[in-house]
């Protein structure tokens, strides 16, 4: 990104017209997106006439695929064109270019790239603090058990088991139907007291 960084300060005080790059597709994320907000933002501002956010890659010399954004951007503002791979060839084709099929949309590009509304200048709503978090996260499924690996182990006969484990529910869980997910909850818990 510091090649990025320079040739859109090159391009937004005149010293050329336009500029184009190949990156990441990471470009897009939030921490390392914050350097083309920055410059579609500040003053003198510019714009990307063209992107392409996720496109596959991959190198005949050494056969590494990776995932590549293309981008370019000239000092005004400008509409740009926003294409998007919507269909790739499996790696066994005779071309070196895996997408088969692409779309093109024609608006105001974001630091995201996408066109539309801009999700990325959204703030948090003052109204809404303290109002809910984002729970509990098991951040993998190691802790989390099936109905059925519930019932063996004796959810629902065993005192000491129902205190460690609880269901798991998300939105989706209300919504529509159940996983039958449990948690194992032993935060707390010193080991030789635990008996599960």
Same mark, same amino acid.
């Given at each position: 990104?510091?090649?990025?960084?320079?040739?859109?300060?090159?391009?937004?005080?005149?010293?050329?017209? +336009?500029?184009?790059m190949?990156?990441?597709?990471?470009?897009?994320?939030?921490?390392? +997106?914050?350097?083309?907000? %920055?410059k579609?933002?500040?003053q003198?501002?510019i714009?990307?006439?063209?992107?392409i956010? !996720?496109h596959p890659?991959?190198?005949?010399?050494?056969?590494?695929?990776?995932?590549?954004a293309?981008?370019?951007?000239?000092? !005004?503002?400008?509409?740009?064109k926003?294409?998007?791979v919507?269909?790739?060839?499996?790696?066994?084709? %005779?071309?070196?270019d895996?997408?088969?099929?692409?779309?093109t949309?024609?608006?105001?590009?974001?630091?995201?790239l996408?066109?539309?509304t801009?999700?990325?200048?959204?703030?948090?709503l003052?109204?809404?603090?303290?109002?809910?978090?984002?729970?509990?996260k098991?951040?993998g499924?190691?802790f989390?058990?099936?109905? !059925?690996?519930?019932? %063996?182990l004796?959810?629902?006969?065993?005192?000491?088991?129902?205190?460690?484990?609880h269901?798991?529910l998300?939105?989706?869980?209300f919504?529509?139907?159940?996983?039958g997910i449990?948690? +194992?909850d032993?935060?707390?818990?010193?080991?030789?007291k635990?008996?599960?």
């Amino acid at each position: 990104m510091w090649w990025w960084n320079h040739s859109a300060d090159l391009t937004r005080n005149g010293s050329v017209k +336009r500029f184009g790059m190949i990156t990441t597709n990471t470009i897009k994320q939030t921490f390392v +997106r914050r350097v083309v907000e %920055e410059k579609l933002k500040s003053q003198p501002s510019i714009s990307l006439i063209f992107a392409i956010p !996720d496109h596959p890659w991959v190198d005949s010399t050494d056969g590494a695929a990776v995932r590549i954004a293309m981008t370019a951007g000239q000092h !005004d503002k400008s509409l740009g064109k926003l294409m998007s791979v919507i269909q790739e060839f499996s790696d066994s084709n %005779e071309t070196e270019d895996l997408v088969s099929h692409t779309i093109t949309e024609i608006g105001a590009i974001n630091s995201d790239l996408s066109i539309g509304t801009d999700l990325t200048s959204t703030k948090s709503l003052n109204s809404n603090k303290y109002l809910c978090s984002v729970g509990m996260k098991t951040i993998g499924s190691a802790f989390q058990v099936s109905r !059925d690996n519930a019932i %063996e182990l004796g959810l629902g006969k065993d005192e000491n088991l129902n205190n460690y484990l609880h269901p798991d529910l998300n939105g989706r869980d209300f919504v529509q139907s159940s996983r039958g997910i449990y948690v +194992r909850d032993i935060f707390g818990v010193a080991l030789d007291k635990l008996k599960l």
